[in-house]
């Protein structure tokens, strides 16, 4: 691994936003805990002021990484919630949680790399550069989709089953692709 510079990719923890409401102007504190009710916590990242019976969004971070924090249910609940404060959260988004990459796709990782050698913009070096990227499950190559000389690149994203990538893994993986 340390030849190839070809490490392991870790997990992620996935964060977003919700929605949440007061009825009287009240401070919540960094680090307050939300939940599904099922064991899954996030947590406030940070202080957020809230005015009378004004909605707010709210940014979140999972407890641990994993896909197992990606939430597509609508409402979570305070864990303690404050006096005024709406006991439930309406959820816009939280994404991008990845798990610790399998042994066996690291391995096949550094067995491609190991047999491509250098760079040279062929279509498996492309794949090989966007698997590399954390979070990134499938990697598909559409050639001249858009006329000669043009590339598009598809993924999903990392979980099960695999789904939409966030826009933090796409600028990720645009990144790679320009360095």
Sequence with gaps: AKRLECPRNGGSKASGRVKATSNTAVTIPAGTKVTDGKGHYWLTLYKEIFTANKPKEIQVIAEFEGVSWNFDGEQLLWVSPLPGVAAQV???????????????????RMMDKEALGLIRDREADLRRIVKDVPGVADVFIFPKRRGLGSLDVAITAAGNPPNSPSSAILALVQTALEE
């Design 90 to 108: 309406d959820v816009i988004e939280i994404s991008a949680g990845v798990d610790a990459e399998d042994v066996e796709a690291w391995r096949q």
